[in-house]
């Protein structure tokens, strides 16, 4: 089993960062970062492959979104830049040991969630 804590949300005006991140019990070959809006589905936004070289995208968080890992520390982070109002959910923590590390629907650990809330 795979254990989850994510961190780092918080409230932001528009065009303001964030950066999340996530330690785990133990690393899986893909991790990822999801969101949820209120009265939306989960989505996926982005994921990394074991290797961090190799990583995955949503077309909404293309060039503002960056996804690290670092797995000495068995940490993922996402580094949100020029958020938007839009933007604002419940973000999520996943790992996988499948990949394609895009495929959303194979994460099946995840966090508890933090909340980034942009205004």
């Known amino acids: 089993d795979v254990q989850l804590v994510e961190s780092g949300g918080g409230s932001v005006q528009a065009g303001g960062s964030l950066r999340l991140s996530c330690v785990a019990s133990?690393?899986?070959?893909?991790m990822g970062w999801f969101r949820q809006a209120p009265g939306k589905e989960r989505e996926g936004d982005a994921g990394?492959?074991?290797?961090?070289?190799?990583?995955y995208y949503a077309n909404s968080v293309k060039g503002r979104f960056t996804i690290s890992r670092d797995n000495a520390k068995n940490t993922v982070y996402l580094q949100m830049n020029s958020l938007k109002p839009e933007d604002t959910a419940m973000y999520y923590c996943?790992?996988?040991?499948?990949?394609?590390?895009?495929?959303?629907?194979?994460?099946?650990?995840w966090g508890q969630g933090t909340q980034v809330t942009v205004s």
């Open positions: 996943a790992a996988n040991s499948l990949v394609p590390c895009g495929d959303w629907r194979g994460y099946n650990y």
């Open positions: 133990g690393l899986r070959a893909c």
């Open positions: 990394i492959y074991r290797s961090g070289d190799i990583t």
